[in-house]
């Protein structure tokens, strides 16, 4: 949109009178970020009901995103960016003396995912809206987000992330468009004069769905689509006498809390209840939406995509089954073609603990509806599929089996697309997890590789990247990624490859302040910035990364005259708070950091920083000061990973096993721009099949290795005896089960390398060039695009190649 400098500084100073009733020098800078926000909205609010009113009078095909987690981010600069507003702004807060940085960094940030699946919805809800499709989030308004990190003598506690204290700035309560969604009670099918079934219920708990939308700009095309939050309330007509507290409180803890834990099903009544109710609050909004323009639901499917991210909302499934049969009388048949014509299922693990199970008396009490409907799905599912396929494979993947309602595999049999997130992964659904449902179904399986936004990664978090790229090559590549590619022409460019050691050098600074200031640990930025971002779980193996460092430490105090370049190893990692080996691990972490840090010998050549508190703010000042991308999670147990792909969009290159994504990373960069070792998925496998994984002959041959794990136990890192001896016995007792010994010999040696490698930095840079100008493969825009081709159906802004 347009806005001249004058403009805004009117608007703005008007805003603030209007709010505070007082001048610009009595605010505070979040009162200053309020203000903006408002006038954002104001700016943006035309943008909002136009791309509503245009996708209801051309009838468009709409997408529906279904996800108990989002990850957005900060909204301010992004909406700023997005609207084309972000240079005025800035300048005209300038001209009032004030810094736009500041007053954007008061924004809270909310933490309404636990880590990678929130963040791809937040990334993919970006790139719909940037991308001019129809789409729309579904998901919920939780009361306090994830926990915020803080360190207690070097142990992880948890505070509550209460985000909405001083209220939400973007978002529009809509309380005309609430619904009521039913738990528990009876429930029974009631013969109708006209020989159709009603269902009947008596003692419900209802529960009032009300809706918060906030609009989600697209990067300047005045579109802006509608992210839609469901918070769990009191029915309004209720008696409120009749409420006892016991009652309001179960009502009140539905969407109190995000459940902390990543990759990990929770397994607990109240998960379920916060399914059900964000998934038929969902699908009830847009049958209402749909049956009230169209008079009828039999096109449904020509209307209207939902997707199951991930298979928390799997009861979409059953819940339109449900509001098509009962409200709308559709036959079964007719019922489920349309729902398996609307449905489409992302997995993202192939972690067992992580494939959601609940006991069917669990199920059945609190959904009886919903189950009966389940139950009709299991029946029809045997019958159809037992002839062909046999009873085995049937019973072990019908939707309820072993007394428990199986959430994947409901999810594979009522929709039309099942995919996973890297072509490895995929390979695995197909071969392992849900081999079977693939012998079923081989058509609905395909993959859809992750990719991030790279306005939030690239043009917002590194704004002297992208002011250098935009004077190489222009900016064409901040509408189309791929661009990014024509940068390989300066591979030999000497000028502009210093110029990105400036960069890196300039954000290595920004954060390097950050940690002291937070830390108080000083950190040069002519170190290597090695770093590791990401959820704490064994499996992401922040263990081996750790053994380097001890044995770093002890190279320098065996031979304090050996120059190696300087090392800062940076972690940021929220461990779940029931996950009692991952919060040993930051213990050992931060126990190492002190030790290292204040060591007189080591000086400034080795530095550890934990820095408290990861999220998508931190990932942002973080990132673009990388060097070392740590992707070293155990072969096959990765689905994907995504701050792979934005470390190296922002020039560092990535220390990876070949796991998930980092294999096309590797392939898209080129194998002599990374650091790739380890064993591969076919290697982990061959191990589990034959059994004969001997972690202790690791120990027992490398007499480097056996020094390193021995600090665990001897007293070398002080005040970690019980978590020293923990995680010691995990690799020896009970033989390790995420083969870090295995790895560690290759890994250690790339690190050698990339030590090697970093003092000529000429050839340094031409890697990290190499890793920016491919990262234009890994956009969301382009994920997005496949789905929507593939997948949705639906028409979108066409990119370039
Ligand atoms: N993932 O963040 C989660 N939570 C889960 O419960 C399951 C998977 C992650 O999803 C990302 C997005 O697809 C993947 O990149 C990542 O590998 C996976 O662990």
């Known amino acids: 949109m347009k806005l001249t400098q004058a403009q805004f500084k009117q608007d703005f100073l008007a805003e603030i009178k209007t709010l505070y009733a007082t001048d610009l020098s009595d605010t505070s800078k979040f009162g200053q970020f309020l203000a903006l926000g408002h006038l954002v909205r104001r700016y943006d609010g035309p943008n909002w009901t136009h791309t509503s009113d245009q996708y209801r009078e051309q009838d468009r095909k709409q997408v529906y995103y279904f996800s108990i987690e989002f990850l957005p981010g900060r909204l301010l600069k992004s909406n700023l960016l997005n609207l084309g507003l972000l240079d005025t702004v800035r300048q005209g807060l300038k001209d009032l003396g004030l810094d736009f940085d500041e007053i954007s960094t008061a924004e809270p940030d909310p933490g309404l995912g636990n880590g990678g699946l929130g963040r791809l919805a937040a990334c993919y809800m970006d790139s719909m809206a940037s991308l001019g499709i129809a789409g729309n989030g579904n998901g919920i308004r939780y009361r306090y987000g994830l926990f915020k990190q803080v360190f207690m003598d070097g142990y992880q506690v948890e505070l509550p992330d209460d985000w909405l204290r001083n209220g939400n700035v973007w978002e529009i309560r809509r309380e005309n468009k609430a619904c009521l969604v039913r738990f528990g009670g009876n429930v029974w099918m009631a013969p109708q004069p006209d020989g159709s079934l009603k269902a009947m219920y008596e003692n419900t708990d209802d529960v009032w769905a009300v809706p918060y939308d906030t609009g989600l700009v697209g990067y300047r095309n005045d579109v802006t689509n509608t992210l839609r939050l469901w918070s769990a309330e009191l029915p309004p007509s209720a008696d409120k006498t009749g409420f006892s507290q016991a009652r309001r409180d179960r009502i009140d803890e539905i969407t109190q809390v995000l459940y902390p834990d990543d990759s990990n099903s929770a397994g607990q009544a109240l998960r379920l209840r916060q399914e059900y109710f964000f998934s038929s609050a969902g699908v009830q909004s ?163 590789t992750n990719g991030i936004a790279t306005r939030r990664w690239q043009q917002l978090a590194n704004e002297p990247l992208s002011s250098l790229i935009d004077s190489k090559i222009g900016p064409t590549w901040r509408r189309q990624p791929n661009q990014l590619k024509t940068l390989t022409a300066y591979q030999s460019d000497a000028k502009f490859l210093k110029q990105l050691t400036a960069v890196k050098t300039t954000n290595k600074a920004a954060l390097g302040a950050y940690i002291k200031s937070e830390l108080g640990i000083t950190v040069r930025t002519d170190a290597i910035f090695d770093v590791q971002i990401k959820r704490l779980h064994a499996y992401k193996r922040q263990l081996l990364h750790v053994f380097e460092i001890i044995r770093e430490y002890l190279a320098i105090k065996d031979e304090p005259k050996t120059v190696t370049p300087p090392r800062v190893h940076i972690f940021g990692a929220k461990a779940a708070p029931s996950y009692h080996y991952a919060k040993s691990i930051i213990k050992l972490i931060n126990a190492l950091a002190d030790l290292v840090n204040h060591d007189p010998a080591i000086g400034d050549r080795l530095k550890v920083a934990f820095i408290p508190n990861y ?77 004969d994984y001997h972690a202790a002959d690791f120990y027992k041959s490398n007499p480097e290795l056996k020094r390193v794990l021995d600090t665990l136990i001897d007293g070398t890192i002080p005040g970690i005896s019980t978590e020293g001896q923990e995680i010691y016995d995990s ?71």
């Open 731 to 801: 690799l020896l007792r009970y033989n390790d089960e995420f083969f870090v010994l295995a790895d560690y010999e290759s890994y250690v040696q790339q690190q050698k390398q990339i030590s090697h490698d970093f003092q000529n930095q000429k050839l340094w840079q031409q890697k990290a060039l190499a890793n920016i100008a491919a990262s234009g493969v890994f956009s969301a825009d382009l994920a997005v695009a496949r789905y929507s081709d593939d997948i949705w159906q639906v028409p979108h802004t066409k990119l370039l190649n």
């Open 286 to 448: 847009i049958v209402r939406h749909y049956g009230l323009r169209h008079q009828g639901v039999k096109a449904l499917a020509k209307k209207v995509a939902i997707h199951i991210n991930d298979t928390h909302p799997t009861l979409v499934i059953p819940e339109l089954m449900r509001l098509l049969m009962d409200e709308h009388h559709c036959s079964w048949e007719v019922a489920w073609a349309l729902t398996t014509q609307v449905m489409s299922y992302t997995n993202h693990t192939i972690m067992q603990e992580a494939l959601e199970t609940w006991p069917i008396d669990m199920f059945k009490g609190l959904l009886p509806r919903i189950y009966q409907i389940v139950v009709e799905i299991d029946r029809r599912y045997r019958e159809a599929q037992t002839p062909i396929f046999g009873e085995d494979l049937v019973n072990r993947t019908a939707p309820l089996g072993n007394g428990q309602v199986r959430m994947a595999f409901l999810a594979v049999i009522g929709s039309h697309s099942v995919n996973g997130v890297a072509p490895l992964h995929t390979q695995l659904l197909k071969e392992d997890v849900l081999r079977d449902l693939y012998q079923v179904y081989p058509e609905r399986f395909n993959n859809k």
């Open 615 to 691: 999220g998508v703010s931190l990932g942002e000042l973080i990132i673009p000061a990388a060097d070392v991308s740590e992707q070293i999670s155990t072969a096959s147990k990765e689905a994907s990973g995504t701050s792979n792909m934005k470390l190296m969009a922002n020039g560092a290159v990535s220390l990876a096993t070949l796991d998930g994504a980092n294999i096309d990373i590797i392939e898209a960069a080129g194998e002599v721009n990374e650091y790739s070792f380890g064993l591969t998925a076919k290697a982990v496998y061959g191990y589990y099949e034959r059994g």
